[in-house]
């Protein structure tokens, strides 16, 4: 069963770093795959954020967060990582890992929610 | 960066209607479309891929067509545990875009 563990979340300061983890089990994290993060700001609709390819070939971000996040993966740790730097209000949010699956995003964590606040 | 729009924003119908909901690409993305329902304080589940391919396990009143830009999801008979949030998503291209939500509830 694959299953997806975020932590890391919790209150920060405007202008401050945080760093997000995945723990991925229940499939080969190392093989042809692609993770990535999704967030959803509370009340809010979901907003793609990041995505990874195993072997780290290929790395993309949305606009709003490229140049402040970076996505990173331990493949003998199966986990994946967010570091968020220069944090904002605007991304107060529940963020999710989630596994691609043949062109989708079959398989999500339950969140780990960030507050962006002084 | 492919813009997606959903129609209606919000919608409310009785138990075993037929709800259709649209979503539309600024720019045409083949039938690389992504259907999830997201139920009150749970995570996003995937309902549809490639447009119109119903995911394992999804109950078979949930439908989806559409190529290009325009695409639609279709409940055939509306449950009540179909109360929920309804994304569609871009998968052509990144950045890899949700439509804005389409809140369904029962009359």
């Known amino acids: 069963e694959v299953q997806l563990v975020e932590s890391g979340g919790g209150l920060v300061q405007p202008g401050g770093s945080l760093r997000l983890s995945c723990a991925a089990s229940?499939?080969?994290?190392?093989?042809?795959?692609?993770m990535h993060w999704v967030r959803q700001a509370p009340g809010k609709g979901l907003v793609w954020v990041s995505r990874?390819?195993?072997?780290?070939?290929?790395?993309s971000y949305a606009d709003s967060v490229k140049g402040r996040f970076t996505i990173s993966r331990d493949n003998a740790k199966n986990t994946l990582y967010l570091q968020m730097n220069s944090l904002g209000a605007e991304d107060t949010a529940v963020y999710y890992c989630?596994?691609?699956?043949?062109?989708?995003?079959?398989?999500w964590g339950q969140g780990t929610l960030v507050t962006v606040s002084s | 960066d492919i813009q997606m729009t959903q129609s209606p924003s919000s919608l409310s119908a009785s138990v075993g209607d037929r709800v259709t909901i649209t979503c539309r690409a600024s720019?045409?993305?083949?039938?690389?479309l992504v259907w999830y329902q997201q139920k009150p304080g749970k995570v996003p589940k995937l309902l549809i891929y490639?447009?119109?391919t119903l995911q394992s396990g999804v109950p078979s009143r949930f439908s989806g067509s559409g190529s290009g830009t325009d695409f639609t999801l279709t409940i055939s008979s509306l449950q009540p545990e179909d109360v929920a949030t309804y994304y569609c998503?871009?998968?052509?291209?990144?950045?890899?875009?949700f439509g804005p939500g389409t809140k369904v509830d029962i009359k």
């Open positions: 989630a596994k691609e699956t043949y062109w989708s995003l079959e398989y």
């Open positions: 229940g499939f080969s994290f190392f093989s042809d795959n692609y």
């Open positions: 990874m390819r195993s072997d780290g070939s290929t790395i």
């Open positions: 720019q045409g993305i083949s039938n690389h």
């Open positions: 490639d447009a119109s």
């Open positions: 998503q871009n998968y052509n291209s990144v950045p890899l875009t």
